[in-house]
């Protein structure tokens, strides 16, 4: 089977489905249609910069363009999940909190995958460490934040609950025991959802981006296989990161619940 180019006239073409999701939003009286506009040209944008960095970290295959990029999407990390918060930690440790776990647990998961998987040489080797780091990044990033709405609108939700368990001597991670439990189940259902409905209910991205690239479909299941296990993982690590971390932020060291140091999006 041969690899089968495409043309930007053949992206215009798929391009013409988003009609249907104006026609939608239009229809409903969504509102949504200019969101849904400025969401498609960002990706495109997006998309046609990174496959020019990309081309160039490839082709250079060094350590620092390397880093710098994942320093790029640590950056980014941090904004997109924090953007998309009801409430967050305010200043710049939202930001770190939003950012950290997920882009963590990826690092840590996408250096086992080149290293004691794979066997890139060298370690870093952009065409195999960033691709990686950006799947499991992605995919853990969406559980992250799911960690972190739960257990902000549950700590707004329960206040007097958990101020009294702090007040009879219960510690912080305890009095926040039961928001952080539901915070992680919350935040591990999408990957296990994924992992449950892969091959019988759909056939995940990048076993379909390889089987269109020419290569065999077990080859294919194989690679697939193995990130949705480095997703999962990574996304275990990053839930309960975040879990910690916003209970540690949303309190002091004299286990206080400090609330105000919460924000809506879009506060100063």
Known sequence: MSYVAL?????VLASLLLLIN???SFGFRLNLERSLAISAVRMVLQL???????????ASDAFWPTLLFAMLMLAATGYEVASHQSRRISGWRGYALAGGPPFAAGLVTALFAVTAIIGAEPWYAPRFFL??????VGNALAG???????IADGANRER?????RLALGQSRFVAMSDIMRRSVRAGMLPIMSMMATAGIVAIPGMMTGQILAGAEPGDAAKYQIMILFLIAGATGLAVLSAACGSVLLMTDERHRLRLERLQSNGSP
């Open 160 to 164: 007097q609950v958990i101020e009294t």
């Open 48 to 58: 046609a910069l990174i496959a020019v960095l990309l081309k160039f970290i490839f």
């Open 144 to 150: 992250a934040g799911l960690v972190l709405d739960t």
């Open 7 to 11: 043309t930007y006239w053949d992206l």
């Open 22 to 24: 104006g026609a939608i």
């Open 131 to 136: 691709p990686i780091l950006g799947m499991i």
